[in-house]
C-alpha cells in the first residue's frame, strides 16, 4: 500500500509540474513599432519604442521591462523601457556609444523570459552638419530656468554644511576640555 501511495504521489507531482508547460500557449512576444530607417549610428540616442503581448496578441503590462544591448567585446548596457499610454507599449532611450556589432534583448517582465532581437551592425557616426549643431531652441544650457535655482540651493547646502561643521567642532572643543 505505503508503495503505491508514493507512485501516486510521484505521478502527481510530475502532472503538476507539467502542467504549467501544457496550458502555456507562446508566452510573450516583442514588438517594435519602427526602427530608424538609415540604420543605427554610434553617438546618437534613439527612442524606441515597442509593445509587449502576452501569447502574440493581448498587450502585456510588464512590472519590469529593458531594452539590453550588449556589444562584441561584452560590453552590456540595459535602458529601462516606461510606459507609454496604451496597455503593453513601452518606451526606451537607447544609445550605441560605439561602432561594431551588437546584439539586443527585451525584458518582458519578471514572469516571461527576456527575449532576444537579434544581432545589428551600429554604424559610424554621423559627421555634424551646420543645421545640426545649431542648438534648438529650448536645448540651450544657459536658457534652463532651473540653472539659477540649483546654484542657489547648492550653495545654501554648502553653507549649511559648513556651519553644523563649525558647531560639531566647537562641541568637540567643550568636551574635550572639560574631560
Known amino acids: 500500500m505505503r508503495r503505491i501511495s508514493l507512485v501516486a504521489v510521484g505521478t502527481l507531482l510530475a502532472l503538476a509540474a507539467l502542467a504549467g508547460t501544457a496550458l502555456a500557449k507562446e508566452g510573450a512576444i ?71 556589432s551588437w546584439t539586443m534583448q527585451v525584458t518582458q517582465g519578471s514572469f516571461f523570459p527576456p527575449i532576444n532581437m537579434g544581432t545589428m551592425t551600429v554604424l559610424a557616426p554621423v559627421a555634424p552638419t551646420v543645421e545640426s549643431t545649431a542648438a534648438a531652441p529650448g536645448t540651450n544650457p544657459a536658457s534652463d530656468p532651473l540653472a539659477p535655482a540649483i546654484s542657489v540651493l547648492a550653495l545654501l547646502v554648502a553653507l549649511g554644511g559648513a556651519v553644523r561643521l563649525a558647531q560639531l567642532a566647537r562641541t568637540h572643543r567643550r568636551l574635550t576640555a572639560t574631560t
Do not use: C, S, W
Not at 33 to 48: I, S, V, W
Not at 76 to 90: C, R
Open 30 to 100: 516583442t514588438k517594435f513599432d519602427q526602427l530608424p530607417a538609415g540604420g543605427f549610428h554610434a553617438g546618437q540616442t534613439y527612442t524606441l519604442g515597442y509593445t509587449i503581448l502576452m501569447d502574440g496578441v493581448e498587450p502585456y503590462k510588464a512590472d519590469t521591462t529593458e531594452i539590453l544591448v550588449r556589444n562584441a567585446n561584452g560590453k552590456a548596457l540595459a535602458y529601462p523601457g516606461i510606459a507609454d499610454g496604451k496597455p503593453g507599449h513601452y518606451v526606451a532611450k537607447v544609445f550605441f556609444p560605439i561602432a561594431g
